[in-house]
C-alpha cells in the first residue's frame, strides 16, 4: 500500500466525521424511536465499518497517519 494514498483515503475517511454526526443530529427528529433506532444502528454501523477497513488497516501500516495523535 502506496503511503500517499492510504494518507489520501485516510483523511478522506475522517472528514466523514461530520456529514454522520449531521446524520445521527437528524434521527433525533424521528418521532418513532424504532425508526430512530434503526437508523442510528445503521449509520453506527456505517462508521464501524470505515473504521474498520480504511482506517485501522492504514493506521496499523502507517502508525504516523494516525488521525487521534
Known amino acids: 500500500m502506496e503511503k500517499e494514498v492510504a494518507q489520501a483515503l485516510l483523511s478522506l475517511a475522517v472528514s466523514l466525521d461530520g456529514p454522520v454526526g449531521q446524520m445521527y443530529a437528524e434521527t433525533r427528529r424521528f418521532s418513532d424511536p424504532a425508526i430512530k433506532a434503526k437508523f442510528d444502528k445503521a449509520i453506527g454501523d456505517l462508521m464501524g465499518h470505515v473504521a474498520k ?11 504516523d497517519l494516525n488521525p487521534d495523535k
Do not use: C
Open 53 to 63: 477497513e480504511l482506517i485501522f488497516p492504514i493506521v496499523d501500516r502507517y502508525p
